[in-house]
């Protein structure tokens, strides 16, 4: 799927404008603090109805607007144009449409395009703690097969309720929680295998495509390892809430499960987050994300658009040149506050200055 152009109002710095792509590379120009990162924010914005900076939803407005719209012409596989539209509203509901036509759900929209983002912030997928690790995992999923945004939200539903419930035991396991407890706990193992074993299945088909997109980055071979083995899986997590009933009751919080779990990143033999180089774990991080990418690709036969956000400021010349040497086919979106490197070879570039696009060449 191709991105023809995209339309902004009141979003973030943008008042209103308009940018038109090209099916290659189009870079995006502009000194820092211009609207480069809010343009691509807008791009992904519409795969994904979040922000990938994590921003809630007023912050996406413009100062004094009371919504915001994004529009974005795609030109799907078959050809075929398509216009989605996503309004942000203070007061009211948010609202989506497809070709004019208002979605029942604002969730039934993803799927419809599908966007990869590479940001400097990507190094918390490495360096930072579980919940980083399992959020990449799950968002992979979703853009795989939309059905797992479903499951994710079910999975969080059913933890926070049986927290309360463990909360109101008061450490005491009475008769009236153990019944309660055992409807939970069959809601929550049937959500929490299903989504395991979806995890599991990911992680075992992005592990090879992860060593060779790392060496292709590196330059050189490095034994990466990838590994989500969580103890509850190996008897499941009807036997997992089972065995640990009596300690959640006691401490009021469910202790395992796939709300809890680790996804373990090693280089080398060595745990990545505490033992390799910056340098080594942002170039982990854009191999994670490369692999997903490509993993999303070949299974849905739809190649998603590739965001590169500020990353190749971030990288030292033989990565960036790397990277830009090894990006996988598709359109792809390139930010930055520095002219590119001579790899780079955009199509169209386009310069940004206070939300307003002052250059199209």
Not at 193 to 198: E, H, K, M, T
Not at 285 to 290: E, I, M, Y
Request: hydrophobic share 45%.
């Amino acid at each position: 799927m191709i991105v023809e152009k995209l339309e902004l109002t009141d979003f973030r710095n943008y008042e209103s404008a308009s940018f038109d792509l090209t099916p290659g590379v189009t870079a995006v120009l502009g000194q820092n603090g211009q609207g480069k990162t809010n343009f691509a924010e807008a791009l992904a914005y519409l795969a994904t109805l979040t922000s990938f900076r994590g921003a809630p939803p007023d912050a996406l407005m413009r100062a004094g607007a009371g919504a915001a719209v994004i529009r974005a012409t795609v030109r799907d596989d078959d050809g075929r144009e398509v216009l989605i539209e996503a309004e942000l509203s203070r007061t009211g509901r948010n609202r989506v449409q497809v070709n004019r036509q208002k979605l029942a759900r604002t969730r039934d929209l993803l799927g419809a395009l599908r966007v990869s983002v590479f940001a400097p912030d990507d190094l918390v997928i490495v360096k930072g703690g579980p919940g980083e690790r399992r959020r990449f995992l799950d968002d992979a999923l979703v853009a795989l097969a939309t059905k797992y945004d479903a499951v994710r939200l079910e999975l969080d539903r059913v933890v926070r309720q049986r927290n309360v419930l463990l909360k109101q035991a008061g450490g005491r396991l009475t008769d009236e929680i153990a019944v309660t407890l055992d409807v939970w706990d069959a809601r929550f193992a049937e959500v929490g295998d299903q989504l395991g074993y979806a995890r599991a299945t990911l992680v075992a088909r992005c592990r090879p495509m992860v060593a060779e997109a790392y060496e292709q980055l590196a330059g050189e071979p490095a034994a990466v390892e990838l590994e989500y083995e969580p103890d509850w899986r190996r008897a499941g997590l009807a036997a997992a809430l089972s065995d640990a009933r009596e300690a959640d009751v006691r401490r009021g919080v469910s202790t395992v499960g796939p709300h809890r779990d680790e996804v373990s990143i090693g280089l080398d033999g060595l745990p990545a987050r505490t033992h390799a180089s910056q340098g080594e774990q942002r170039t982990l991080a854009l191999a994670l994300r490369l692999a997903a990418h490509r993993l999303v690709a070949e299974r849905t036969e739809s190649t998603p658009v590739l965001v590169l956000d500020d990353v190749l400021s971030e990288l030292d010349p033989e990565r960036a040149t790397a990277l830009l040497a090894n990006l996988p086919a598709g359109q792809v979106v390139i930010t930055s506050a520095s002219p590119l490197p001579p790899a780079a070879r955009p199509a169209r570039t386009l310069e940004i200055r206070g939300g307003t696009v002052v250059a199209d060449r």
